[in-house]
């Protein structure tokens, strides 16, 4: 009996990773519906790019940063437990590759493509799990602290900050370090709009995104018997909340449509094991409104 719960485990976390994985198409069509016609082709080829840099780094370095495991064992200990954890490491690599997707999206025509690869390797392989490790694996100590401080340790269930904050952090950085697009601005201050270059594109993008959070957030369960309706339906009424919200203050640019229920489901995460549907509405509402302001 225990090994056919294993195996559902195994399956049901190997079907979010498969999900997860799917946003990376989300996040790639997203940013090539964002930039302009010239950059398309180079957006599509750093997105993949970096999920492939993120995968060397996370399965040699920073998977063991994370969780102190590894994976130099023989394939007969690696694969028990119908190989559960080496699924974990697959679920878990497809929320460190978002990292990077972020950032790219945020860097969008700003940076080299090498130079934004290494950069890729070094965050994944050490800056994220390090943020991983203390919020989901009790690194450090720090949420030790934060229960004895505050009576709980902080909640982010399936990683508003652990993942979307941290990426934002790092993308706000580098936007910093790399200044505004070439073009944006005119010699005397004008400011030149760059439209979103594809409608359809970025519209694909945001379904990818849309349907596959739903593995992202409740796939967070990571086995089979902790799943819960609850978190299912705080992701559908964040995003609902969020599209809507984007709708009204946005003036129905489509733009901000199809980028507001991304805002709900990222302000959602945390919460989403414990919220109640009408707050959950209301977060997304909130984040898809502040999305556009």
Known sequence: MESGSTALDTLFILVGAVMVLAMHAGFAFLEVGTVRHKNQVNALVKIFTDFAVSTIAYFFIGYFVAYQT???????????????????????????AAIPAIISGGIAERAKFWPQAVATFIIVALIYPT????????????????????GAP?????????????????????????????????????????PPSSIPFLALGSWVLTVGWFGFNVMSAQKVGDISGLVAVNSLMAMVGGLLAALVVGKNDPGFLHNGPLAGLV?????????????ALMTGVVAGAGFVI
């Open 70 to 96: 590894g994976f130099f064992e023989s394939a007969s200990v690696l694969s028990e437990k119908n190989g559960y954890e080496l699924v974990k490491f697959f679920f878990l690599l497809t929320f460190a």
């Open 154 to 194: 902080f909640n982010d269930f399936a990683g508003s900050v652990v993942v979307h904050a941290v990426g934002g952090w790092l993308a706000l950085g580098a936007v910093i370090l790399l200044g505004q697009r070439k073009g944006r601005y005119g010699p005397k201050g004008e400011i030149f709009a760059h």
């Open 131 to 150: 943020f991983e490790g203390i919020i989901w694996n009790g690194n450090l100590g720090i949420q030790d602290w934060i229960e004895a401080s505050f």
């Open 267 to 279: 302000a959602v995460c945390a919460g989403s094991n414990l919220m109640h549907p009408l707050g």
